[in-house]
């Protein structure tokens, strides 16, 4: 296979486990990404499986992460830009990637944030990786967003869950993007203001990506079949990391041949 192929690893929460299901199952057909472009959850997974983790490492862990491993609440929560302090999640990604910086991954990677100083994008493929990951994977008003020179970085989903238009990056020939996502799904009655604030931003972030794709096309497009499965609760994971697999199986085929035309 001489082109060469950019995985877009899509943002999404708790669903974004069906993204290493489907990693497993390229691994299982022998098809290898070049490179890597991921936001949010997607950056998370992403960064793992550039650094070396096999999909198989990467869902023992998710299997045996509690929410406990990364809530702490902030004290005086409503002074402060965050419910959480979000010490817990630094250190586990930190456990993750160590000191490793983005030019010592095995494969090339980079990811995406937003600056809500400035409102827009900022890619990310410098410095640490645990500290570019941190960023694009701070859902505001959750976890405290990321100090960097004058940015304000929070979870790049905001704006551009799957941000496809990064693969020019790396010169890809083809590009396969995996939403976890989909379409924004109906629900009952927010029980309170924090479930209220998600949705609105799941709500902004579907309608942002609808448009988005209008425009920015991959090669090829999976959307994992996860139905009302929550991106917030830390359940079903095994669920979705067979629905990646099953995507994984059922377009390796096609992928080879985009590589081999």
Not at 44 to 62: H, L, N, R, W
Not at 80 to 97: A, G, I, N, T, V
Not at 106 to 118: Q, S
């Amino acid at each position: 296979m001489s082109k060469k192929l950019c995985l877009v690893l899509g943002a999404g929460g708790a669903r974004g486990i069906a993204h290493v299901g489907f990693l497993q199952a390229l691994d299982e057909q022998g098809i290898k990404p070049d490179c890597i472009v991921g936001c949010s959850m997607g950056a998370v997974v992403g960064a793992c499986y550039s650094a070396g983790y096999s999909p198989k490492e990467m869902k023992d862990i998710a299997e045996h992460l509690k929410l406990k491993h990364i809530f702490d609440p902030s004290p005086a929560m409503f002074f402060k830009k965050s419910l959480l302090s979000s010490s817990k999640m630094r250190k586990k990604l930190e456990e993750f990637f160590g000191e490793i910086t983005f030019e010592q991954l095995k494969i090339p990677f980079e990811c995406v944030a937003v600056d809500i100083l400035k409102g827009k994008v900022v890619t990310l493929n410098s410095g640490k990786v645990a500290d570019a990951v941190r960023a694009s994977s701070s859902i505001p008003m959750i976890f405290r967003p990321v100090i960097k020179d004058d940015q304000e970085l929070v979870d790049g989903g905001i704006l551009c869950r799957l941000p496809i238009e990064n693969a020019k990056n790396f010169n890809a020939d083809v590009v396969v993007a995996v939403d976890v996502l989909g379409e924004y799904r109906p629900h009952e009655t927010s029980k309170n203001i924090i479930t209220q604030a998600l949705r609105v931003v799941d709500l902004c972030d579907s309608f942002n990506t609808q448009r988005y794709l209008e425009t920015h096309k991959p090669d090829v497009l999976i959307k994992p079949s996860l139905g009302d499965m929550s991106p917030y609760k830390v359940e079903k994971l095994s669920f979705a990391f067979g629905q990646g697999y099953y995507k994984g199986i059922k377009y390796g085929d096609k992928i080879k041949k985009l590589l081999e035309d």
